[in-house]
């Protein structure tokens, strides 16, 4: 076209005469011009071609995607498939499936922990066993709230039962061929009794009695069940154990005759179960059925191990109501059958179990010195057992015992040591932890020998703490025996530290509820001890006459008590107070009377003797009743060698409270025997030995109040100030 042009040009040019320097310069704009369009095509060309090239690449690159998307589709379809296998897996596993859904419960996934229980409960796969045993572990726990934090509102918690048992509701209605189902449904609807402890109603629930289960499948069931119940037991889970036993026992007497095994073996966890409760009353006839009925089964007989299993639950039972001298001659055959069985062996559980129930009943009976050589064999046993081992719970359990009564045999700084390293064991053991019965327990024991030590505010934050834990445990609550025991040691700890105002209301209520218990009573030991311990109280305060009567019938209840008795520790403890009232109130010979009699009767019994700290606590008293009726000779005839015999005394020393008490009284006599030289040295040791951290209402820090003002009385100048500690001599 250009070419056209320029031709045409020329021709132009040609007719018009112009001249040849124009003509020349518009061919060479027109050249010019034509050189750049073909420049321009050329690269326009080149762009075409790579674009075509790009758009090739686009293609081949959207396949290539389309493929990759496919194949990930497909891969994602085979993780979901995975995903679900291992779902369905883990719900045939009942670890697995239970872990799953108290992950669920424990992020606030209340439906979603619901909905993946239906599903377990849908999985057809499931072992019949293995689903009933941990159905019932399951709504166990639901309906006891365990797995709920503490702050979580009730009203969540009773939708999240009333919710849990409409899906067992439906998931007995989908599966009606799952009668073992519809028999722990049943169970729990039916058992409406104990809607105490759900803290809200259940939804009206009406399921069918199952007809239909073989005795093989209920035994099978029972037999899961009541295992399930052994180990909520081991855990501390005890209202648990009891719902799990409960089960048990409704599916026995449904499906099984009298005579059948599975049946006394629900009776034996049901008893178990309420045992570990506090409701030994409740737990009694069925632990002492179980017993009879293993023993004339001709399936068990006498020596059998579940038969001596059945004797032990029975002699512990007795023991927890206070009837230890019923309660011994069972334990004590049920250990020596055992060690005569040739399938058991010196080192079975069964073995060591029975002889550390027989330890703790004859400690319970003040047979101390009999108790200690067996629960100290006990201890090293299940220490050296490579089945347990120091951290085992059995094991700390008769640490635990060890100290208990090395305690009572006044050798306080012995137990001490061991009483610690067990309660801290058992906090850090995993099959206990902190708030385990068990570990409360302990606790409980340390705040005791701290205070029988004389390091009450040490022991003041133990036992209150302890005390809390405990009403607040769901295992134990406020009128368990171990709770009430837990704030007569708080109320007697404020007593100790001067606090009596604060320690009264807990006693004087620890007491009337102990009375109105129905597993302990007005004639229990422990019930005795805390009538002792608000009489104690009432006469710090000044109210004699109010604490007389209630002295007076406690230790006249101990001494008919069969399992106390007059030379009990516990009963002489009572008369010593007796005496120490009748001497406030002066009625000093009938005083004296008492308190020689007690002084004679602990220096002959075994638990005690002439050196035991309580022996020399009971010399002290003697020695202040006869100061008191001015028979100031025979009374330092006492006090020197009781006060020389406390300040050597391993588990007393100088600063020890009995040992203050002597002290204190032996400067009285001096005092008013008109030796106010003696008498000042004496209160100089006293001032360097008594806690500075005890409030002016401590007892002694009151009483050695007084001892200075009538010092002060007779001797005139000021009282000297040890500023160093001596050791006062008799």
Known sequence: ???????????????????????????????????????????????????????????????????????????????????????????????????????????????????????????????????????????????????????????ARRQL????LRQLTIAGQLLP???????????????????????????????????????????????????????????????????????????????????????????????????????????????????????????FGPDHPRTLSSAYLLAQILNGLGKCDDALPIARDTCEAMKA???????????????????????????????LPIARANWETRNANANLGPDHPDTLASAHLLAHILNDLGKGDDALPIARETWEAMKANANLGPDHPHTLVSAHLVALILNGLGKGDDALDIARETWEAMKANASLGPDHPSTLNSADLLAHILYDLGKSDDALPIARDTWEAMKANANLGPDHPDTLHSAHLLAQILNDLGQRDDALPIARDTWEAKKANANLGPDHPDTLASAHLLAQILNGLGENRDALAIALATLETSKQISARGPDHP?????????????????????????????????????????RHRFTLRAAITKALILTRMGRCDDAAELIGDITAYMPSSWPPANPLRRDFAELREEWQKVAQPPLPNAADPRQSSA
Not at 161 to 164: D, F, G
Not at 617 to 646: K, S, W
């Open 161 to 164: 039962r009333a919710t849990c």
């Open 614 to 654: 309580a022996t020399l606590a009971n010399a002290t008293l003697v020695g202040r009743i006869l100061c008191d009726m001015r028979h100031l000779d025979e009374a330092l005839g006492i006090m020197g060698p009781t006060l020389a015999a406390l300040v050597a005394h391993d588990d007393a020393g100088p």
């Open 177 to 299: 061929e799952r009668s073992d189902l519809h028999a722990l449904a049943d169970a729990i609807n039916v058992d409406l009794a104990w809607q105490d402890i759900l803290a809200g109603k259940l939804p009206d629930l009406r399921l069918r009695i199952p007809s239909n289960l073989t005795a093989g499948q209920a035994g099978i069931i029972i037999s899961s069940l009541c295992d399930e119940s052994s180990k909520e037991v081991g855990l501390g889970a005890y209202w648990a154990a009891y719902l799990l036993a409960r089960q048990a026992q409704i599916l026995a007497e449904r499906n099984l005759p009298p005579p059948h095994r599975a049946r006394l073996t629900t009776g034996f966890h049901l008893a178990q179960s309420l045992a570990v409760l506090g409701r030994y009353h409740d737990a009694l006839p069925i632990a002492r059925d179980t017993w009879e009925a293993r023993k004339a089964n001709a399936n």
């Open 1 to 155: 076209m250009i070419e056209t042009l320029l031709n045409a040009w020329l021709d132009f040019r040609a007719a018009l005469g112009v001249g040849a320097d124009i003509m020349d310069f518009v061919a060479t704009a027109l050249g010019a011009t034509a050189a750049t369009v073909l420049w321009i095509r050329r690269q326009t060309n080149k762009k075409l071609i790579r674009i075509a090239a790009l758009k090739a690449n686009i293609k081949a690159a959207e396949k290539d995607n389309s493929d990759l998307i496919s194949r990930l589709q497909q891969r994602l379809a085979e993780i979901r498939h995975a995903n679900g296998q291992r779902h369905a897996a883990a719900l045939r596993v009942p670890e697995q499936a239970l872990a799953l859904t108290r992950r669920r419960l424990a992020t606030g996934d209340e439906p979603g922990a619901v909905a993946l229980l239906q599903d377990w409960l849908s999985t057809e796969r499931t072992p019949m066993g293995a689903l009933s045993a941990q159905l019932g572990e399951w709504y166990a726990l639901l309906l006891n709230g365990d797995f709920l934090d503490a702050d979580t509102p009730e009203e």
């Open 341 to 371: 069985n040739a399938n058991l062996g010196p080192d079975h559980p069964g073995i060591l179990n029975s002889a550390y129930l027989v330890a703790q009943i004859l400690n319970g009976l003040g047979k101390c010195d009999d108790a």
